[in-house]
């Protein structure tokens, strides 16, 4: 394994010394969840979430950022009293700046199928990460990059069961409670059918669900933000509803200043257009329409890569992409066919 997969192992795990390399926990000055997640091909997080799979009354401490989806993925497959999760610090932090993770991770709150908090990670282990349960331990072991599990069955040592798994629940009522400061999946759709409409939040649940945990983010070259002003885009929806949908009470993505420069660069790059639409004193309000035919006739879970593809163009000082095509006027987006 080279040095830079070694380096980056370590701070997925959280660990590392934090003056040289980023820890993705979420601590201050470390990455967000976009520059750990999606890691592609993950052995060590696939492990954990077999292993869990259809486990009950799991107590977890000294979860890092990079086990997280692991996690909520096992319980998925579970059943029975909520799962009790001890992040270590800044993880729930980070999810606040994650929109796949953090609506999937504030839904199951909602539901109660875990209960999630802050605190240090236990003292047993090389990662001091451990997932307990009446039928046994799994604590992580090994050197960076190279993580494993190393399971015991309360079959086999049931007072090393019982020892652990006592000091896990110990440590997890002596964390801290922290809320999600994302939304869950079930409120953010709700509020997207009342503030926008069905077609919208129809085609946001769908791409919710197509999504990587770790994509989209809060610092990716193409963020969260760019993300959902196309899709209102798409609906041909005002932007100031748009805002009005972050900013509802109980969704709060981000704050609706923040959205501004995403509008402007898609316009830039010719993917939308804002129409100013004037109502009533005060100043006019922008209509967001899509004008890139791609855009505008791709199915939801496509959008993702439209965007990519035209960010990867390259572009003039203006901001827009440099290509002679695109300069060609546009038929009215009414003559236009949805897919």
């Known amino acids: 394994m080279s040095d830079d997969e070694a380096e980056r192992d370590a701070a997925a795990d959280g660990e590392g010394d934090r003056g040289s390399v980023p820890d993705p926990d979420g601590v201050e000055g470390g990455p967000e969840v976009a520059d750990v997640l999606p890691r592609g091909d993950d052995p060590f997080a696939e492990s954990v979430e077999a292993a869990l799979a259809g486990r009950s009354a799991v107590v977890a401490v000294g979860v890092p950022l990079r086990l997280l989806p692991a996690v909520l993925a096992a319980r998925e497959r579970s059943s029975g009293a909520p799962w009790r999760i001890a992040c270590r610090p800044g993880v729930v932090d980070a999810l606040s700046r994650a929109l796949v993770l953090g609506t999937a991770i504030a839904e199951a709150v909602e539901r109660d199928e875990i209960r999630i908090r802050t605190g240090e990670p236990i003292d047993h282990g090389a990662g001091g ?89 809060r610092t990716t070259g193409i963020s969260d933000r760019t993300l959902l002003v196309a899709l209102a885009a798409r609906h041909d ?103």
């Open 237 to 339: 929806h005002l932007f100031r509803d748009l805002r009005r949908w972050v900013g509802t009470d109980g969704v709060g993505i981000a704050p609706e200043q923040e959205f501004t420069a995403d509008r402007r660069t898609l316009v830039d790059r010719e993917l939308i257009e804002s129409i100013k639409v004037p109502m009533g004193p005060g100043r006019p309000m922008f209509r967001l329409r899509a004008v890139d035919d791609a855009l505008l006739r791709a199915r939801p879970e496509e959008v993702p890569s439209i965007l990519e593809g035209q960010f990867a163009l390259p572009t003039d000082e203006d901001g827009r992409p440099r290509r002679e095509e695109s300069r060609k006027e546009r038929r009215p987006v009414w003559e236009r066919r949805r897919w």
């Open 129 to 217: 990460t451990v997932f307990a349960s009446p039928d046994g331990v799994d604590a992580v072991v090994g050197p960076r990059g190279d993580r494993s599990l190393a399971t015991t069955a309360v079959d086999d040592d049931p007072e090393t069961v019982d020892a652990v798994s006592g000091a896990a629940a110990s440590r997890f009522e002596a964390a801290t409670a922290e809320s999600v400061a994302m939304p869950s999946r079930t409120r953010l759709l709700a509020a997207a059918r009342e503030v926008l409409d069905d077609r919208f939040a129809d085609d946001l649940a769908t791409l919710l669900e197509s999504l990587e945990p770790g994509e989209f983010g």
